[in-house]
């Protein structure tokens, strides 16, 4: 079956240091894959979008590797701030319009 | 632009009740979406829909009926509550569906079912 796993446990960083989020994905074969962040409260708000050929990609501090050879996808952000505190989500889309969500990794920064 | 707006923002029902989660966006997006998000289940896909008249059902359907009667709207209806339903579900659109697009999330609408 189908399967998106993120990191398992909160991830809790001091301010200024890089927060490194792991998203492994099994039995998908994705062109595109997505990250998401996702405040308390709130609907997921888009991030980046990688695709299959690409090996990076950079917003501003944020950083997204896509290695399919390894089915994994890596989120960094660097320089993190207390404002980039949120729950992260990976998301793939297989190629029937169906867009499928990990469970998400919770970030908290400290100042 | 409102963007994709949802309500109620709270409900609550009684198991064996109806009810319908409205959603609508503004952006003339022809993909529109529902999901329910669970602790530790990230969200789940329960029914989609690809323009005005078409649905189909996504990885969690059962109990929930959909219709798209419009570009604009597209209402979540659940026909008799149970509280395994009891969850926070988000409508989501995007321009046409196509595996490279971003999806717009509303608010969300949280579901509690005694």
């Known amino acids: 079956s189908q399967k998106i796993e993120q990191n398992s446990e909160a991830l809790n960083i001091q301010e200024g240091k890089t927060a490194t989020l792991t998203c492994n994905y099994t039995n998908y074969s994705p062109a595109y894959l997505q990250w998401y962040r996702q405040d308390p409260g709130r609907g997921p708000v888009f991030l980046l979008l990688i695709r299959e050929n690409e090996k990076e990609k950079r917003k501003e501090r944020l950083k997204v590797t896509f290695d399919t050879t390894l089915k994994q996808s890596l989120f960094h952000i660097t320089a993190s701030q207390p404002a980039d505190s949120a729950t992260y989500l990976c998301?793939?889309?297989?190629?029937?319009?169906?867009?499928?969500f990990g469970a998400g990794t919770t970030v908290t920064v400290r100042a | 632009n409102a963007g994709v707006t949802q309500t109620p923002k709270f409900q609550v029902l009684k198991t064996g009740q109806s009810m319908t989660l409205q959603c609508a966006q503004d952006m003339n997006h022809e993909y529109m979406s529902w999901y329910r998000q669970d602790p530790g289940m990230g969200l789940r896909l329960i029914h989609y829909s690809v323009g005005a008249g078409i649905t189909d059902q996504g990885e969690v359907p059962n109990g929930y009926n959909v219709s798209r009667s419009t570009t604009e709207d597209f209402p979540l209806r659940l026909l008799s509550a149970a509280p395994s339903q009891t969850s926070v579900y988000f409508c989501?659109?995007?321009?046409?569906?196509?595996?490279?697009?971003?999806?717009?999330f509303g608010p969300g609408t949280r579901l509690l079912v005694l």
């Open positions: 989501a659109s995007s321009y046409s569906g196509q595996i490279q697009e971003t999806q717009y």
């Open positions: 998301a793939l889309r297989s190629n029937d319009y169906k867009l499928s």
